[in-house]
């Protein structure tokens, strides 16, 4: 584990172009502009707060209730389908 002031070293040395957001909705913004700021051109979200970010940055939100509630319905009819 690293200290967040050496992100901008992390990602220019690793030639690293996309993060992974998974702080809590309150911290999404502010931990997204630390990652662009780093150099970060991609934000995988994994909250439900709506980035704002420049442009040349994509984000992608990713909506775990919603995966969740599909592979229950899934797993649901997989257990139908045994009876």
């Known amino acids: 584990m690293q200290p967040l002031s050496r992100l901008p070293v992390f990602v220019r040395r690793g030639g690293i172009r996309l993060g992974v957001l998974t702080v809590p909705a309150a911290a999404a913004q502010e931990a997204a502009e630390l990652m662009v700021a780093a150099g970060l051109r991609g934000i995988w979200n994994f909250n ?3 980035l704002k970010v420049p442009e040349g940055v994509v984000t992608q939100k990713e909506d775990l209730a919603e995966g969740l509630a599909v592979l229950s319905h899934k797993l ?8």
């Open 76 to 83: 649901a009819a997989l257990g139908s389908d045994r009876s």
């Open 48 to 50: 439900p707060a709506k």
